[in-house]
């Protein structure tokens, strides 16, 4: 009966967070109190459990990675490229779009994809209003190469950090296997785009001097604090390549390069805090909680096992299953909350898994579809919710279709492309 209760919240909780007709801190928080005061979840045992209960290790890796992005911010880096690509690539639409797509991708995997939307994002509407074209297809081309990019390390994309934490894998895992087909697929979006974006191609000679009359060395605020801050991010993503050899966990780095980047830069610590997405983080809380419900009843367990009876042990149409279903599924649902629920469940078919390679293949497969079904519609990742806010606030409103047509064709791209990747690096 406990068992039918709990899916019962959660179904009518994940029901609201993927409608967005309540605000998502306000439901975990709900759900996750009606699971306490019903005694569904494991007691205290919640707070102290990685597996039935809060991940701190997810919670402190994101924490401190904001702190240390808060600050980053505060150097005007980004205004910097933006501007850059915008004379470098003289007002042209499609070199334009490229330059701005790359300077995404190249940044999500370190500072992780929604806070480098929200970076580069503002500084896309200026340059295109100065430019006197639809900002649109830009901020669109930003958020599909954000969500690639991202996929390629352990912090670029939160999904990718709740499957690291669960199966155990490193940085430096991330690096080896996911990489690479991200670079490929990166590629082929880029060339792609050309066509995709063909007919919202504008350009007006007349205004490109507005722009090339930017001046972007007066985006850089202080050039000390950006030397001080990027030698410090150095040392973090180096310390994260590290981890087999250390052996500290990611979390523990992030929250000393948070301390580290505080004390160079000389921020005010209640100023720096500002910036940290609170919102963010005590939503992740309150979506542990609500999974440590799932499996204490014994949910996840079943249907654990009812995967394992259906798939047998062929595990390649296992991977298949998970990446086309994963990158289906996280289409339409914030693939946050999907990859937090999924995740026990992945776990429980790689333990029926004999050879080890094989299960981590698995953790790939679902890592790839769930980051690549980021793309898919307006609603499935938390980057593109942040983009089309953006957009809404400066007058350059995206409709939740506009979005989706776009996305959908690319992640249908992007997902037959890592499903060739999974087979040939790891069925045959």
Same mark, same amino acid.
């Given at each position: 009966?406990?068992?039918?209760?709990?899916?019962g919240?959660?179904?009518?909780?994940?029901?609201?967070?993927?409608?967005?007709?309540v605000?998502?801190v306000?439901?975990?928080?709900?759900?996750?109190?009606l699971m306490?005061v019903?005694g569904?979840?494991?007691?205290a045992?919640?707070f102290?459990?990685e597996?039935?209960?809060?991940?701190?290790?997810?919670i402190?890796? +994101?924490?401190?990675?904001m702190?240390?992005?808060?600050?980053?911010?505060?150097t005007?880096?980004?205004?910097y490229l933006?501007?850059?690509a915008?004379k470098?690539?003289?007002?042209?639409p499609?070199?334009l779009?490229?330059?701005?797509?790359?300077i995404?991708?190249?940044?999500?995997?370190?500072?992780?994809n929604?806070?480098?939307?929200?970076?580069?994002a503002?500084v896309?509407?200026?340059?295109?209003d100065?430019?006197?074209?639809?900002?649109?297809?830009?901020?669109?081309?930003?958020?599909l190469a954000?969500?690639?990019?991202?996929?390629a390390? +352990?912090?670029?994309?939160?999904p990718?950090i709740i499957?690291?934490?669960?199966a155990?894998?490193?940085?430096?895992d991330?690096?080896?296997h996911?990489?690479?087909?991200?670079?490929?697929?990166?590629?082929?979006?880029v060339?792609f785009?050309?066509?995709?974006f063909?007919?919202?191609?504008?350009?007006?000679?007349?205004?490109?001097?507005e722009?090339?009359?930017?001046?972007?060395?007066?985006?850089?605020?202080d050039?000390?604090?950006?030397?001080r801050?990027?030698?410090?991010?150095?040392?973090?993503?180096?310390?994260?390549?590290?981890?087999?050899v250390?052996?500290?966990?990611?979390?523990?780095?992030?929250l000393v390069?948070a301390?580290?980047?505080?004390?160079?830069?000389?921020?005010?610590?209640?100023?720096?805090?500002?910036?940290?997405?609170?919102?963010?983080?005590?939503f992740?809380?309150?979506?542990?909680?609500m999974?440590?419900?799932?499996?204490?009843?014994?949910?996840?367990?079943?249907?654990g096992t009812?995967?394992?009876?259906?798939?047998?042990?062929?595990?390649?149409l296992?991977?298949?299953?998970?990446?086309?279903?994963s990158s289906?599924?996280?289409?339409?649902f914030?693939?946050?909350?999907y990859?937090?629920?999924?995740?026990?469940?992945v776990?429980?078919?790689?333990?029926?898994?004999p050879?080890?390679?094989t299960?981590?293949a698995?953790?790939w497969?679902?890592?790839?579809?769930?980051d690549?079904?980021g793309?898919?519609?307006?609603v499935?990742?938390?980057?593109?919710?942040?983009?089309?806010?953006?957009?809404a606030?400066?007058?350059?409103k995206?409709?939740?279709?506009?979005?989706?047509r776009?996305?959908?064709?690319?992640?249908v791209?992007?997902t037959?492309m890592?499903?060739?990747?999974v087979?040939?690096r790891?069925?045959?």
């Amino acid at each position: 009966m406990s068992a039918f209760f709990a899916l019962g919240i959660f179904t009518v909780a994940f029901f609201f967070i993927a409608t967005e007709k309540v605000d998502k801190v306000k439901v975990v928080l709900i759900a996750a109190g009606l699971m306490a005061v019903t005694g569904l979840i494991p007691g205290a045992g919640v707070f102290f459990s990685e597996h039935e209960g809060i991940d701190w290790n997810v919670i402190f890796l +994101l924490f401190g990675m904001m702190v240390i992005v808060g600050i980053i911010k505060q150097t005007g880096l980004f205004d910097y490229l933006a501007i850059w690509a915008a004379k470098r690539s003289r007002g042209r639409p499609y070199r334009l779009m490229v330059m701005l797509m790359v300077i995404t991708a190249v940044a999500s995997p370190f500072l992780d994809n929604v806070t480098t939307i929200m970076l580069v994002a503002p500084v896309t509407v200026v340059v295109c209003d100065r430019l006197h074209i639809p900002a649109q297809p830009y901020l669109i081309a930003e958020v599909l190469a954000s969500n690639i990019g991202g996929a390629a390390t +352990l912090i670029g994309d939160p999904p990718n950090i709740i499957i690291g934490s669960r199966a155990g894998l490193t940085f430096n895992d991330f690096i080896m296997h996911m990489a690479p087909i991200v670079v490929i697929i990166f590629v082929v979006f880029v060339l792609f785009t050309r066509v995709l974006f063909r007919n919202s191609f504008e350009y007006h000679e007349e205004h490109v001097a507005e722009v090339m009359a930017l001046q972007e060395r007066r985006a850089i605020t202080d050039p000390r604090l950006l030397v001080r801050c990027l030698a410090v991010l150095a040392g973090v993503v180096v310390a994260f390549g590290l981890h087999a050899v250390v052996h500290i966990e990611p979390s523990i780095v992030a929250l000393v390069g948070a301390g580290v980047m505080l004390l160079v830069s000389r921020s005010n610590v209640h100023d720096t805090l500002r910036e940290v997405e609170w919102p963010t983080l005590v939503f992740f809380m309150g979506l542990f909680v609500m999974v440590a419900g799932l499996g204490h009843t014994g949910v996840i367990e079943a249907i654990g096992t009812w995967a394992v009876d259906v798939l047998g042990d062929n595990y390649f149409l296992a991977a298949t299953s998970l990446l086309f279903g994963s990158s289906a599924l996280g289409a339409f649902f914030d693939n946050i909350p999907y990859v937090a629920t999924m995740a026990p469940i992945v776990e429980g078919v790689v333990a029926q898994v004999p050879d080890p390679q094989t299960g981590q293949a698995l953790w790939w497969a679902f890592a790839l579809g769930a980051d690549f079904g980021g793309n898919g519609t307006a609603v499935a990742a938390s980057a593109n919710v942040v983009a089309i806010g953006i957009a809404a606030r400066t007058g350059h409103k995206i409709s939740f279709w506009r979005f989706t047509r776009y996305g959908i064709v690319v992640t249908v791209l992007s997902t037959a492309m890592a499903w060739l990747y999974v087979w040939l690096r790891y069925f045959t």
